[in-house]
């Protein structure tokens, strides 16, 4: 890494950023060997500049601190904006780092982690903390993570909260995006929309390996649980009039499925100054197309308009048309489906290349992708799809709290310290993703690399996962239940349980050690195995940055 | 009709040679013939051309080595395949190499309009 890395601060607490400076230039830059410099962002009532977009899009910024605390009036447009970054490749590894002032802002703020963040912290006195922890998460080894008094070998069955996101809702289906795999054909889904629905099991329709919306790495369409003409009435059963209603009576708070925009192109910066239609469109960047996701991404997302920048293959000037070759053949798989390409740094006519593929839609220009032309051709296909018939899919708001879900499964609880806890899960889950718990105390928590090989157990995986969005007096009874389960193992996690540890537990505890563990037996690690563009992130598995 | 620009054609089959030259005398002011592709680059080499019309399928140098030649040569002359679609290996190759258009043999429909067109965006190139 020879150029320069960035770590945002966008909040106006000059303590915080004193703090934030100190670190990069003290601990972060010995660690690193590598000048981190840091930024800070303001954003005055109701108005976002270009910076944030502008750095990440040159692919400059590793972490980004958004303090919620500020009370950022313009947090929606950011939260686009965020979703805009997630959607190129070259920002999407950035790591959103959400700052809160209080338990409550945690709560309202929830929906964070269905636009992008992966981490969060309730803004205290451990800022230490919340820089190592999210400098280790952005650069992995370099910065070590801290110990703390691990409770072992815990063996538990403990229910937790998988973040989702409720991304489509019609009359007929709803999807749902998330990072985890379904071990059966369907999920326990916890929403907010109608009270029928808060925690209920749905079918799963149909399994996409693409997303509306970068944060995640899956998407499924879910099924109503309507019943037929003949179906005996049951407690699980929802009225198909229940949605019908719920969708008429709050259509003016959702939003219409945006359109896709696909632009495959090498120079992301382009996009820089489109950001402000995200209302309209949707858009998204990839230096290439990958043969194993196309099909799924184009029968999900079917964008309307699909860019592709043309890349020399030789030095006689021959361009690359493979990959416009693979993107006709997919698009004709799917009957209905039928968008506008627009080939850049073409050196055929568009006519020639309409017959060589028996594809009419396409056009083709010599010149590079421009903003000039990219946006005539988004007005003019804006005019296009004004006359198109309502389809009846709606969105939700990247600040509506409706639209953050979990997906509740049971994972096997190995080991927990104040810090982070570890665990068993018989699927897949990439690093990153985030957990909500609510036992011992409420927390979040997201999955990192260990730096081992991952081998994947007989029955499943095991991961670790750091703990945050935890308040002061939250993290006190965790310390307090951790230190009485390492003397003293329990044989369920309950509510009940909990409250009974807290209540006896002495006020003295043991500190922070882990000497006070090291004759426990050493459990079986979680097992990391990958690596991923960005910044070095040498583990190996899957991963959502 | 106004007569414009310079046509080179290349094409093994003498008589489709004279054909497509009977086609386009009245619109084209001046056309070149050359039987292989060799002999039409050094046409190229010696002329002022405003549209190459060129077969697919040569003995010797296919139309694909003739674009790439002169494309290696940095000509950007608009390059009309007139071909028979059976391969379509070679037109794939061929575009990407910058096709103005693919016209099927033997029929002569659109050859006057597209071969207009191909000196007219040979001529704005010019400007």
């Known amino acids: 890494m020879s150029h320069n890395l960035l770590v945002l601060y966008l909040g106006q607490d000059t303590e915080f950023l004193k703090d934030l400076d100190l670190f990069c230039n003290e601990t972060a830059v010995t660690k690193l060997e590598q000048h981190l410099l840091v930024k800070n962002v303001c954003y005055p009532k109701g108005y976002i500049d270009g910076t944030v977009t502008q750095e990440s899009l040159k692919g400059n910024v590793v972490i980004a601190f958004v303090d919620f605390s500020d009370e950022l009036s313009t947090h929606k447009a950011l939260l686009d904006e965020i979703q805009f970054l997630k959607r190129q490749k070259s920002s999407r590894s950035i790591l959103w780092v959400a700052l809160w002032g209080s338990e409550d802002q945690k709560r309202e703020f929830s929906y964070l982690f269905s636009n992008g963040f992966i981490l969060s912290y309730i803004k205290g006195t451990e800022n230490h903390l919340l820089f190592f922890d999210s400098f280790h998460l952005a650069f992995e080894k370099e910065i070590d993570s801290l110990d703390y008094a691990r409770a072992r070998n815990i063996n538990l069955k403990l229910k937790v909260g998988f973040i989702a996101s409720l991304s489509l809702i019609s009359k007929n289906f709803f999807t749902i995006e998330t990072d985890i795999e379904p071990s059966g054909d369907q999920f326990l889904l916890r929403m907010g929309i109608i009270d029928k629905l808060k925690e209920k099991s749905f079918k799963i329709k149909t399994h996409y390996f693409s997303n509306y919306q970068f944060p995640f790495t899956e998407c499924y369409s879910m099924i109503y649980p309507y019943p037929g003409p003949w179906d005996e009435i049951t407690i699980d059963s929802l009225q198909k009039e229940t949605v019908e209603t719920w969708i008429d009576n709050n259509q003016s708070k959702l939003k219409l499925l945006p359109k896709f925009i696909k632009v495959y192109t090498s120079n992301s910066l382009l996009l820089e100054d489109i950001a402000d239609l995200n209302d309209t469109f949707v858009f998204e960047s990839e230096d290439k197309m990958y043969q194993d996701t196309i099909d799924s991404e184009l029968e999900l997302k079917r964008p309307g308009l699909i860019f592709i920048e043309l890349t020399k ?233 | 009709m106004k007569k414009r620009g310079s046509v080179l054609i290349i094409d093994d089959q003498i008589n489709l040679l004279e054909t497509l030259k009977l086609t386009l005398d009245d619109s084209v002011e001046k056309i070149y013939l050359s039987q292989s592709g060799k002999d039409g680059l050094k046409v190229i080499e010696n002329n002022k051309i405003d549209c190459i019309i060129c077969d697919v399928f040569m003995p010797e140098m296919n139309g694909v080595e003739v674009i790439k030649t002169i494309r290696h040569n940095n000509l950007n002359i608009p390059f009309i395949f007139y071909t028979g679609f059976g391969s379509k290996e070679l037109m794939f190759e061929a575009a990407q190499y910058g096709a103005f258009d693919f016209l099927e043999k033997p029929s002569l429909d659109k050859l006057v309009d597209v071969v207009g067109q191909a000196i007219r965006y040979s001529e704005s190139k010019k400007i």
């Open chain 1, 313 to 545: 293959s030789d030095k006689n000037g021959a361009v690359d048309l493979e990959q416009a070759e693979l993107l006709i053949k997919t698009i004709r798989k799917k009957p209905t489906y039928e968008p506008v390409l627009i080939f850049s740094q073409c050196p055929s006519q568009a006519v020639a290349l309409g017959k060589l593929f028996q594809y009419k839609n396409l056009l083709a220009m010599e010149e590079a992708l421009s903003l000039k032309s990219l946006k005539l051709f988004l007005e003019t296909y804006k005019e296009k799809i004004k006359k198109e018939e309502l389809t009846g899919e709606y969105c939700f708001s990247n600040i509506d709290s409706r639209r953050s879900i979990e997906i509740i499964d049971a994972i096997d609880l190995k080991s927990l310290t104040e810090h982070d806890v570890t665990f068993f899960y018989p699927t897949q889950i990439p690093m990153y993703s985030v957990l909500h718990f609510e036992l011992p105390v409420d927390f979040y928590a997201t999955i990192i690399p260990v730096y081992q090989e991952i081998t994947k157990h007989q029955r499943g995986f095991y991961y670790k996962a750091i703990i945050h969005g935890i308040s002061e007096d939250a993290k006190k009874d965790l310390r307090k239940f951790v230190n009485q389960i390492i003397y003293k193992p329990i044989e369920s996690i309950t509510k009940e349980v909990v409250e009974s540890i807290l209540e006896h537990a002495p006020e003295k505890i043991i500190p922070k050690v882990e000497e006070a563990v090291t004759k426990e037996a050493d459990e079986e690690e979680p097992e990391v195995s990958q690596e991923v563009g960005g910044v070095k992130r040498r583990f190996k598995g899957k991963s959502k940055l």
